[in-house]
């Protein structure tokens, strides 16, 4: 079995025991199968393996090749070993000059182990020798002729497939000789092929092999069209390359590149003239112009450059001429835009006053606040109409990234300037009025905080040198008047909000929204549907159903919705050919808008003891919320429910407190307090609600509970309460007028400390309500609840009542 040319080892080593007839000697291997009929090398290295092998060369007997469960056991013992490996015969022993050992072995036929045997310094076991079936079925022959196929296919499809392989592939008559060779020269994992050593049928091995080779083929195609893509995709490239260079020669021989680019350097550099830059900002853009002319056409940096230069030119360095500020036809277009708000214009038009007197002066900066539908975004329109100046808008709605007020770096790829330059660019003007809409709804994130790069653009002191990342030199921004609106200031940064002056814009009344209806949303709903005057007449008493049966808003947004669905069934009228003007009363509202949304329960609500009206004050203006109480048997516990926050739990907790206090006073037998529960509920109880201005109502509401006295249905109030009985000052004292004025509200109780706000209120509410200041809690009972019990009340009208809940 050894080759002569081989050093065979020396027979001086120790004598064992001679091996039974069965038994063989084993050399395990760690990551390769031997099957039979094919030559393998195989590397052993460990001492125990060495010393196996040479004493089969000396004893000329062949070997079990045996592949070992883990390829990290380092000396395999007989549980490490798989059970069926290959019997081969030692072709050549090789000793390499660096040490290594080396076997040439040929597979015979499969053995599995019966046992290990123990005495030799090398693994030795019985076994049991497996003989292959030669017996050929119709399906194994069917089996075969489609392996051999998939063989053959699988070798073709390789880079550079071995003729010689092929034609043994090809020479291959034996069913189980095919599968053993198919998968020994396949890649796939050890196991994979210890598997296939393990299938002792040759039908049920066939088919493990077709199903190894099938997923091997589509493997091997998906590679070689991936190759053939990237080879296609070079080829391209190439192509182009070459056509590019010799493009650029035909130029160079007609002598028009050079001259088309030399004419579009000479158009920019008068470009860069006329533009009117600062020193500074020219310097820059010659340099970049300096860098283009050496710059070839195909560099992918050419674009960019020339992209950064024609924003340099496009944008407006110098003031345009700017004529006189009229400030009666200011104050003409102010009130031809808006109706009411006469503070507000009073603050333009003296803000317009002061631009005039002293354009070169640093303006403040006017932020509109108020609930949505009140006109903000148009009364920069207006400004810009009365300044005669250009109007743009950036919204800031959902902003959540710095770069969008600061602009990207040139060094990004699609890179723009900030929206604030952008603005400036579509303007055309450097005395622009910018409208920087709902700045209270800018987000912060990961890219930075776009609040804080406001800072410096709202600042009049710093926005003169303001510096955007995609220019990377400075721009004047002293001379755009910027405006901002809010919906709630809470949210706005207080480094923010100190830059600017605050104009707060409250809800309209009944009949301000009337006259706004009359003289704007009627005529412009018309225009929107098509129709034409006179053809439509929709008196002022169906507006005013409109505005308080199907709106209820502090703006009039809602409003002109519902105007407009009115209008549109009158054209739905006219498109089919009725003539004549159509009228639109009161009674036909139902038929068109439905019916009423919104009707006046509040005479409803309070007509029951403990129950008393509030007012509130919400981000999109005021409210009205009321307060409900009842008593149930129980020990004196509090219930409080409507999702109310802890402030406005502690109102509740406070309210009790001095009605307890106050009880003899009051009339209360402060018994009754220790055999019941007190529940307030304030509706609606899926909106969650908080404050301290609720107090007074709370405390309305369980003195009236408790006296069995109603509150003054026709009465709304707000403030908060002390433990001693005072009535504290409370915010947003015109919005929750104008709330109590629109719900049909006659009177209202507010803090005597929130007099100063009297002012602020809109003339209409000031003039329709009866005002009650309030210094303590005694003076709300005095003026808020009716003078006697209900007429329906008897002697045990109190113990009744302790067993049933307050109506809502």
Known sequence: MLSPTEDTPSRGAASHPPLPPDALIIVPVRNAVLFPGLVFPIAIGRPKSITAAQQAVRDQRQVGILLQRDAEVADPDAIDMHRIGTVASIVRYITAPDGTHHLVCQGEQRFQIIEFLSGWPFLVARVLRLPESETRTSEIEARFVHLKAQAVESVQLLPQAPAELL????????????????????????????????????????????????????????????????????????????????MAAIQRELGEGEEGKSAEMAELDQAITKAGMPKEVEDQARKELRRLQRMPEAAGEYGMVRTYLDWLIELPWSLPEQSPIDINEARRIL??????????????????????????????????????????????????????????????????????????????????????????????????????????????????????????????????TFRDNYLGVPFDLSRVVFLTTANMLDTIPGPLRDRMEIISLAGYTADEKLQIARRYLVRRQMEANGLQPGQVELPDEAIRDIIELYT??????????????????????????????????????????????????????????????????????????????????????????????????????????????????????IGRFEKSDIHIHVPAGATPKDGPSAGVAMFMALTSLMTDRTVRSDTAMTGEISLRGLVLPVGGIKEKVVAAHRAGIKRVMLPARNRKDFED??????????????????????????????????ADKATRRVDAPAQA
């Open 167 to 246: 034609a043994a592939m090809q020479s291959i008559e034996s069913p189980s000789a095919l599968a053993d060779f198919a998968v020994a020269y396949m890649d796939v994992k050890p196991t994979e092929k210890q598997e296939i050593l393990e299938t002792l049928d040759v039908s049920a091995r066939m088919e493990k092999v077709a199903r190894l080779l099938s997923h091997r083929i589509e493997v091997l195609r998906l590679s070689q069209k991936i190759g053939e893509k990237t080879k296609a995709a070079l080829d391209e490239r190439q192509r182009e390359v070459l056509l590019r260079e010799q």
């Open 335 to 464: 009130d031809e835009d808006h109706y009411g708000l006469d503070k507000i214009k009073r603050r333009i038009v003296e803000y317009l006053a002061v631009r005039k007197l002293a354009p070169h002066g640093k303006a403040p900066i006017l932020c509109f606040a108020g609930p949505p539908g009140v006109g903000k975004t148009s009364l920069g329109q207006s400004i810009a109409r009365a300044m005669n100046r250009k109007f743009v808008r950036v919204s800031l709605g959902g902003v959540h990234d710095e770069a969008e007020i600061r602009g990207h770096r040139r060094t990004y790829i699609g890179a723009l300037p900030g929206n604030i330059i952008q603005a400036i660019r579509k303007a055309g003007a450097r005395n622009c009025v910018m409208m920087l809409d709902e700045i209270d709804k800018l987000g912060a994130g990961i890219q930075g905080d776009p609040g804080a790069a406001l800072l410096e653009v709202l600042d009049p002191e710093q926005n003169s």
């Open 552 to 669: 209820r808003e502090s703006g009039v947004r809602n409003l002109e919705r519902e105007v407009g669905k009115v209008l549109r069934h009158a054209a739905v009228r006219f498109a089919e050919g009725q003539s004549g003007p159509i009228r639109v009363g009161r009674e036909d509202l139902t038929t068109i808008l439905g019916a009423a949304r919104f009707e006046d329960e509040v005479a409803m609500r309070t007509s029951v003891p403990g129950v008393a009206t509030g007012l509130a004050w919400t981000p999109v203006g005021g409210d009205i919320l009321f307060i409900e109480a009842t008593r149930v048997p129980g020990g004196g516990r509090l219930i409080l429910t409507g999702q109310l926050g802890d402030v406005m739990k502690e109102s509740a907790q406070a309210a009790l407190s001095i009605v307890k206090n106050r009880a003899a006073a009051l009339g209360i037998d």
């Open 761 to 794: 209120i809109p003339e209409e509410a000031r003039n329709r309500l009866e005002f009650i200041w309030l210094e303590r809690v005694e003076e709300a009972v005095a003026a808020g609840l009716d003078a006697t019990a209900p007429a329906d009340a008897d």
